[in-house]
């Protein structure tokens, strides 16, 4: 009787179907970080919390869908590590690791590797595949955030909660949505389902 499990079918990613060579690799990462360092501009604050509605955390989970796991990781550490040495690219153009709001940021780099993670397995083929792809990236950038916003400011977890999740999940919806729309088109765009 065998044992032998099955093991999980991967393909490409969207960046995969760029020529392939270390060039392009590093191009990708590089782009990557500058997306999200530039959508984490777009920001609008929040009445009540230190944390603003960015096209940060967007421009990561499309960042790990498009690239990969591995690129995704690497894009995303290193905007959090040119963050923290001072390019003012994080949202509202601030940067270090002492902000309220940088637990955020070590969300997102680990979401982005495990969206990255998923589409490669082809989670970024369908509306409905991207819905849940997306919706379990936001809930691991908010797993690391809340709790960091918490720790960082003396707050109760249900402050927290209430000034660093509540009132981002209309936005964040609006975020899957178009993401939905985009990267499933893109796959189609591109004759391709994986």
């Given at each position: 009787?065998?044992?032998?499990?099955?093991?999980?079918?991967?393909?490409?990613?969207?960046?995969?179907?760029?020529?392939?060579?270390?060039?392009?690799?590093?191009?990708?990462?590089?782009?990557?970080?500058?997306?999200?360092?530039?959508?984490?501009?777009?920001?609008?604050?929040?009445?009540?919390?230190?944390?603003p509605v960015t096209g940060q955390t967007f421009a990561a989970l499309l960042v790990g869908a498009g690239l990969g796991a591995g690129r995704g990781f690497l894009s995303l550490a290193l905007y959090a590590l040119i963050g923290m040495a001072g390019m003012p690219w994080f949202a509202d153009g601030t940067s270090g690791a002492g902000g309220a709001s940088f637990g955020y940021v070590l969300g997102m780099l680990l979401a982005s590797t495990v969206v990255g993670a998923l589409a490669r397995r082809g989670a970024d083929r369908s509306v409905l595949r991207t819905a849940g792809t997306m919706a379990l990236g936001s809930a691991i950038i908010y797993a690391v955030g809340v709790p960091y916003l918490a720790a960082s400011t003396g707050m109760s977890l249900t402050a927290a909660i209430a000034a660093g999740l509540t009132p981002f999940l209309i936005g964040d919806a609006l975020k899957a949505a178009l993401a939905m729309g985009l990267l499933p088109a893109a796959w189609k765009l591109l004759g391709r389902r994986g």
């Open positions: 009787m065998s044992t032998a499990s099955a093991a999980p079918r991967t393909g490409p990613v969207l960046a995969d179907l760029l020529p392939a060579s270390r060039a392009r690799d590093i191009a990708l990462v590089v782009g990557g970080a500058a997306l999200t360092g530039i959508a984490a501009q777009i920001a609008v604050p929040v009445p009540g919390s230190p944390v």
